[in-house]
């Protein structure tokens, strides 16, 4: 079972960025879809961006954070970011990072059954 460990969640003005890590046990990250997923109470775990299995670095990301969000890997660190800039409120939750083995993001959506190893999860607040 492959490890992830989600961290650089806080509080940030409007506007503000952040980037989120997630380290993984896996010395092969590039075997492994990367999402990232955001949840907030009483509301279902919705996804935000992806980054596909192979050596071509398709990405996706959902509508409401093109632009704005970058999702990125290194191997070598065995670490996946998501870069966020231009913070909204609406963008506050749990982010949580998630893994699926040598899938593609075009064809996995952000269908979470589709993603087998999650990690605990990191806050993100955006407010003045």
């Known amino acids: 079972q492959l490890q992830l460990v989600e961290s650089g969640g806080g509080l940030v003005q409007p506007g503000g960025s952040l980037r989120l890590s997630c380290a993984t046990s896996?010395?092969?990250?590039?075997?492994?879809?990367i999402g990232w997923f955001r949840q907030v109470p009483g509301k279902e775990r919705e996804g935000v961006s992806c980054?596909?299995?192979?050596?071509?670095?398709?990405?996706n990301y959902a509508d409401s954070v093109k632009g704005r969000f970058t999702i990125s890997r290194d191997i070598a660190k065995s670490t996946a970011y998501l870069q966020m800039n231009s913070l909204k409120p609406e963008d506050t939750g749990v982010y949580y990072c998630?893994?699926?083995?040598?899938?593609?993001?075009?064809?996995?959506?952000?269908?979470?059954?589709?993603?087998?190893?999650w990690g605990q999860g990191t806050q993100v607040t955006v407010s003045s």
């Open positions: 998630a893994a699926a083995e040598w899938a593609m993001c075009a064809e996995v959506q952000f269908d979470t059954d589709e993603f087998d190893d």
């Open positions: 896996t010395r092969t990250l590039d075997s492994f879809a």
């Open positions: 980054i596909s299995s192979g050596s071509l670095n398709l990405t």
